[in-house]
């Protein structure tokens, strides 16, 4: 049996890309599971009820081995259950010596395989640890020359105080003094408050 898996980081990404390659190599929605979350840890509910189907001599196909997890020790712990202790195959689109599918059951291509998925996994964690490493430099650098980190300071309009007078002075109420300034009136009450 071939079974699909394709996730994203978040509700809001897009399967799309992911499912038209399942879809492809003739895979329908049945046997697609579809994981909506982050990769930090198996505790995902589509993958968990994959890894309860799967079985001996079935094929996951994957877009890429990053869908799979984003771990390096984690992806290489779930390889081995997967083509070891299960038996089954696992297909790598993006990266096709990634395929433990050996006509045979030639141990030489799965051992190329295998050694190419620590390879690859090693490197994407190491990437990924790079790219925290220069986020966190690169804010200690823009704080260190005075750089304001985070939204942008609300620029209150030029009557804004002329206004919360006249709230304060009971003369209108928050909801006329909001419209006035063409804010929220939940804005106006926070700002309000430093001019008492």
């Known amino acids: ?8 980081s978040s509700q809001t990404q897009n399967v799309a890309r992911q499912m038209e390659e399942m879809y492809k190599l003739g895979l329908t929605d049945d046997v697609i599971f579809v994981d909506k979350q982050s990769g930090k840890d198996f505790e995902r509910e589509s993958y968990k009820l994959l890894k309860a189907k799967i079985k001996k ?25 997967i083509t070891k202790s299960i038996n089954a195959d ?13 006509e045979g ?47 942008p ?4 309009p030029d009557n804004f105080k002329e206004v919360v007078r006249m709230f304060h002075n009971k003369e209108i109420t928050s909801i006329n003094a909001a419209k006035l300034l063409n804010m929220t009136r939940g804005t106006f009450l926070k700002y309000s408050k430093l001019y008492k």
């Open 153 to 156: 300071k609300y620029k209150l």
């Open 105 to 151: 059951k030639n141990l030489v291509g799965k051992f190329i395989s295998d050694i190419v998925l620590q390879v690859l996994s090693f490197v994407a964690q190491n990437e990924r640890e790079n790219i925290k490493q220069r986020q966190a430099e690169g804010i200690r650098i823009a704080r260190a020359k005075g750089v304001h980190m985070g939204r």
């Open 57 to 81: 001599g079935d094929l996951l196909i994957i877009k890429s081995i990053d869908r799979l997890g984003r771990n390096y020790d984690m992806i290489i712990n779930e390889w081995t259950e």
């Open 90 to 102: 696992i297909y790598v689109i993006d990266f096709p010596l990634l395929d433990t599918r050996v």
């Open 1 to 8: 049996m071939k079974y699909g898996y394709v996730r994203v």
